[in-house]
């Protein structure tokens, strides 16, 4: 527990993801490109919850799993979201080239 109370850290990570969340919408609704705001959203949300939710918070609020999600799986979400933008924007790139 970062601030010393479980729910005050819990508090924390779900207001730092709704405020990734409305970065994320404003990202889409600005720029349309909607990979880039899914992307972003995966990111920072999963550096919150790394680093937000250890062993003890999730022991008390009974998270083992998503603990075990966070760690191992997310990430590798984020990394395949990655290619996959780093590939659109080759294509758009090469299709602007023509």
Do not use: H
């Not at 729910?7 to 779900?14: E, G, Y």
């Not at 939710?53 to 984020?78: C, G, K, T, V």
Request: net charge positive; glycine share 2%.
């Amino acid at each position: 527990m970062f601030w010393g109370s479980s729910s005050l850290d819990m508090k924390i990570n779900l207001i730092a993801t709704l405020i990734f969340f409305i970065v994320a919408i404003l990202i889409y609704l600005f720029k349309k490109r909607i990979l880039l705001s899914l992307f972003l959203f995966s990111l920072f949300s999963n550096f919150i919850w790394y680093y937000g939710l250890d062993f003890n918070l999730a022991e008390f609020y009974n998270l083992q799993s998503m603990l075990i999600f966070i760690r191992n799986y997310w990430p590798i979400i984020n990394l395949i979201l990655f290619i996959i933008l780093i590939f659109q924007f080759l294509k758009n790139a090469s299709s602007n080239k023509k």
